[in-house]
């Protein structure tokens, strides 16, 4: 096939590996050929439904099987996949969605006492028609909400033969996805990626990061609505016969026991989950023989643990850690497979091989080995740009179409990328990007609030984590208490800020910005 689509080279891994098991989720096993099965019944009632080429439907749940069927079902019919995290609640998904102009939305009942459903239901979303409900039973629920179950058997849904026209229509160069990353504005943008892209950075992952082989098994613990756990995660795996299995939620001692029951190859952690496993009284007697490579999120980590990680997480586990952002499909960076604890622990990797990477000065002219600039990248797997955004778009790029990540970093003499900084701000909350200025927009909602800056502070098992300095209304009486309990039910959780500081007024420099170094000296 000339410029294949993501679902043809789905298809091309189903007439492989049809027999295998292609996903395991809750005990229940689905083959490839059942998989593809799946998908082309969502696909066919997504097309009888009026889904046209390009129209783009909204997935909002957890890791799951269902996640899976819906996004291959959104791929078999041209239509283009917006992923929402877990952590937003209503009002963050419902910017994406009005800014995506999505016109379903698949999404779980609720998790962790949060309803995804109810959330949708008191936001005016004028553009979507339906809502499908994953891992429940029946038809209809309510007006446009129905389940999974009944949108695969929708009577009425589009034949093989109009489906199959919908599948060859599909092409490399067609808009695969669209995942919104929080910007320095305060809204987030969507970063828009093509499926020959896509594929690009599935087939690099595999060859450079995981080398996946068929009897992998990858329990996939980063979320599917970010690249990670998506593109990285199951979709890359689909290509090579591996088996998925989606972790949901993290329990030291469950995922444990996971992988000796069900021989766990591949896992992805982050320093709480390493730590957390290492810790567990059970470890010592449960079988990790299989782990044959952990990641460790790529975020700075203690030498030690990653000697940890290597000497009592499976005695042939390689750990590795690598550099990534939405705009280049996820990945960037990864240290190699010989790399040692020091290299793992202290960079980033190298860059890989199908991305040219420098450091730049102000002025996007190149520096030399050892400097410290703005990290830039260029390739066939970086963004053309953001939604209806050409002026970020263009903000973004140098004039020879280097990406301009934001994040400050060095190169030493073997070509290891060392991050030292973030140039627009962020920070890391227990690996989530944290950007103040959507959370200052968020909290300039709360009655009471006049002014509002936000900085990430250090926090010895985050890493780091918000402070909001407020500035009240006139009369307004608020609480440290008051303004946090807000900010947990208007946000994801790791964005709430965990401090408030409160202040007559914000420091401001010459220009009338907040000067956030006054800040950070008042912490």
């Known amino acids: 096939m000339h410029d294949p689509s993501l679902y043809h080279r789905f298809q091309q891994a189903v007439a492989v590996h049809s027999g295998r098991i292609a996903i395991r989720d809750a005990g229940i096993d689905l083959t490839y050929r059942e998989l593809e099965a799946a998908s082309r019944e969502v696909g066919a009632a997504l097309i009888a439904l009026g889904m046209r080429h390009g129209d ?4 909002w749940g957890v890791n799951s099987a269902d996640w899976v069927v819906a996004a291959l079902g959104i791929q ?16 963050e998904a419902a910017d994406i969605l009005i800014a995506s102009q999505a016109r379903f939305v698949f999404c779980d009942r609720g998790f962790g006492g949060f309803s995804f459903v109810d959330a949708l239901a008191t936001q005016a979303l004028p553009a979507v028609e ?3 409900v994953f891992r429940e039973a029946g038809g209809s629920i309510a007006d446009r909400i129905l389940t999974l179950p009944a949108l695969r058997a929708w009577p009425e849904r589009a034949d093989e033969a109009a489906l199959d026209a919908r599948i060859a229509a599909g092409s490399g160069a067609d808009l695969a996805d669209i995942i919104f990353t929080s910007g320095t504005t305060g809204r987030p943008k969507g970063v828009l990626m093509t499926h020959r892209q896509s594929i690009i950075a599935c087939d690099v992952q595999s060859a450079e990061i995981n080398k996946f082989v068929p009897d ?12 990670a756990g998506y593109r990285a995660g199951w979709q890359v795996s689909l290509f090579y016969g591996v088996r998925i299995i989606p972790v949901s939620s993290f329990d030291a001692g469950e995922l444990l026991r996971m992988i000796e029951r069900e021989g766990v190859t591949v896992l992805p952690t982050a320093p709480p989950i390493a730590r957390g496993l290492l810790d ?4 010592a007697e449960t079988d990790l023989s299989s782990l044959r490579l952990m990641s460790t999120g790529g975020t700075t980590i203690p030498v030690r ?3 940890e990680m290597r000497t009592h997480l499976g005695p042939n586990t390689i750990v590795q850690t690598g550099y ?3 705009e280049a499909a996820g990945s960037v960076t990864t240290t190699g497979f010989d790399d040692g604890p020091e290299i793992v622990a202290k960079t980033v990797g190298h860059v890989l091989s199908n991305l040219e990477m420098r450091i730049v000065g102000p002025d996007h002219a190149e520096l030399s080995i050892g400097e410290t600039g703005e990290i830039a990248v260029r390739g066939p797997q970086v963004t053309p740009g953001y939604l209806d955004n050409p002026e970020a778009t263009a903000r973004a790029f140098t004039e020879d179409g280097f990406l301009l990540t934001g994040d400050a970093g060095w190169i030493d003499e073997a070509g290891n990328l060392h991050i030292t900084d973030r140039i627009k701000d962020m920070y890391l909350v227990g690996g989530f990007n944290c950007y103040p200025a959507e959370i200052e927009r968020m909290m300039g909602l709360m009655p009471g609030i006049a002014a509002v800056a936000v900085i990430g502070v250090d926090d010895d098992r985050l890493g780091q984590v918000g402070r909001a300095f407020v500035v009240t209304a006139e009369d307004a009486s608020l609480t440290e208490n008051d303004v946090i309990s807000w900010c947990r039910a208007e946000m994801a959780n790791y964005k709430v800020p965990r401090s408030v500081r409160f202040v007559e007024a914000l420091p401001l420099n010459a220009t009338g910005k907040v000067a956030k170094v006054e800040l950070r000296a008042l912490s």
């Not at 783009?56 to 997935?59: D, E, K, L």
């Open 56 to 59: 783009r439907i909204a997935i």
């Open 76 to 91: 078999a019919a041209g239509c283009v996949l917006i992923p929402i995290g877990t952590r937003l609640r209503g009002r």
């Open 130 to 132: 339906h809502i499908v």
């Open 216 to 227: 992998d098994v990858f329990a996939v613990t980063y979320p599917f609505a970010h690249n």
């Open 280 to 283: 567990h009284p059970d470890r």
């Open 305 to 307: 643990l990653v000697e």
């Open 324 to 326: 990534g952002l939405t």
